[in-house]
């Protein structure tokens, strides 16, 4: 089966510098890879999305980049605000409707204002 | 207000008693989930569900069951908790089982302590 790799497990930045987190996956077949943000007590919400066609994806501050051929997805975040001090989690699926995911272990963001 | 809801929120309680943790959703969605949280490992898939009365095991099934009688609702159950699955139990859904890449979405969580 599928095993994604997330690091680090922790990342500690100053408000207004950029924080990236990586992440390596296994199964060659996996065309769909997501990131969930989860704040302190609350539920992973989907921040950005990036299909296997596409090598790169911006929402804003957020950025994805995906290199299919190393097996490696990165979450960028610029400009970092204390508000994005969460824990962040990657996945990685390889079926159609992206629902059959395998999660990477998380990364605790803080950003020290 | 469209939501996946959880029932309990917290519960604590001994080896082995049966114990129902009810998720139910109010989109129509098809795709319904279960994962475990635990530190350093993430999100694990317990069961899913693509549709009504169709369930599987996801990566970590052993100790627990599911159903799916109705579409909106989709109960964990645990016939004999044991300390082990002491965990943050996340239940979620998505429109579509089998089309076009579609985001899960999440309940709020149960935090299981299994004494």
């Known amino acids: 089966g599928e095993n994604v790799e997330q690091h680090p497990s922790t990342l500690s930045v100053q408000e207004g510098d950029s924080a990236v987190i990586k992440c390596t996956y296994s199964?060659?077949?996996?065309?769909?890879f997501p990131w969930y943000k989860q704040e302190l007590g609350k539920r992973p919400q989907l921040i950005i999305d990036?299909?296997?066609?596409?090598g790169e994806k911006k929402d804003q501050r957020i950025a994805v980049t995906l290199n299919k051929t190393a097996k490696h997805f990165s979450l960028h975040i610029t400009e970092t605000q204390p508000e994005d001090s969460a824990v962040y989690f990657c996945a990685a699926s390889n079926n159609n409707a992206g629902n059959m995911l395998t999660f990477g272990g998380g990364t605790r963001l803080m950003v020290k204002p | 207000e469209a939501q996946v809801t959880q029932n309990p929120r917290y519960l604590i309680t001994v080896t082995g008693k049966k114990l129902t943790v009810t998720c139910s959703q109010n989109?129509?969605?098809?795709?319904m989930s279960w994962y475990r949280q635990d530190p350093g490992l993430g999100l694990r898939q317990i069961y899913y569900?693509?549709?009504?009365?169709?369930?599987d095991k996801g990566d970590v099934p052993e100790g627990y069951k599911v159903s799916r009688k109705e579409k909106r609702n989709f109960p964990l159950i645990l016939e004999s908790p044991s300390p082990n699955q002491t965990s943050l139990y996340f239940c979620?859904?998505?429109?579509?089982?089998?089309?076009?890449?579609?985001?899960?979405?999440f309940g709020p969580g149960t935090r299981l302590t299994v004494l």
């Open positions: 979620a859904s998505s429109l579509s089982a089998i089309s076009s890449y579609n985001e899960q979405f």
């Open positions: 199964d060659s077949a996996s065309n769909y």
């Open positions: 569900s693509m549709n009504v009365e169709a369930t």
């Open positions: 989109m129509n969605h098809e795709y």
């Open positions: 990036i299909r296997s066609n596409v």
